[in-house]
């Protein structure tokens, strides 16, 4: 399991940025992709203490959201729905259980090789169980 396909899932649900991206990504943009788009990435994963007993374990991991776009303001746009969609949810998504999507740092923004392609990232903090 891993914090990208939950908040792949969450994203995929969300009427206002799946009409703004292209394409949502778990993984690296390929070259040629069609922009906006939005790629996921794990930065880091760490198992928390819980006091629960059997075999469930209890992850906290960051993932880094980029938004890939035309211009400046597109790639504003996209953080600024890409915060909507993902903030505060509870539940249970891509098969992980109590899940807990939470904002951490926004930014950098930051400059491709490709000097037409205007990226900006947000992190999130999600905390599930996983079996």
């Known amino acids: 399991m891993s914090g990208v396909p939950i908040l792949g899932e969450i994203f995929e649900a969300d009427a206002d940025l799946v009409a703004y991206a292209a394409s ?3 993984g690296a943009l390929g070259l040629g992709g069609t ?3 939005i790629v996921l990435g794990t930065i880091s994963a760490v198992d928390l203490k819980t006091l629960s007993a059997g075999p469930r374990r209890r992850v906290a991991e960051r993932v880094q959201v980029t938004v890939m776009a035309n211009n400046y303001a597109e790639m504003k746009d ?8 993902g903030a505060g949810r509870l539940g249970d998504f891509a098969g992980a259980t109590e899940v807990s999507v939470q ?7 930051f400059i491709t090789d490709d000097p037409t392609i205007w990226c900006g ?4 903090i999600v905390s599930y169980n996983e079996a």
């Open 24 to 26: 949502i990504i778990g």
């Open 35 to 37: 922009l906006p788009a």
């Open 121 to 124: 990232s947000q992190d999130f």
């Open 78 to 85: 996209g953080i600024r729905l890409v915060r909507a969609a």
């Open 103 to 109: 904002l951490d740092g926004t930014g950098p923004d």
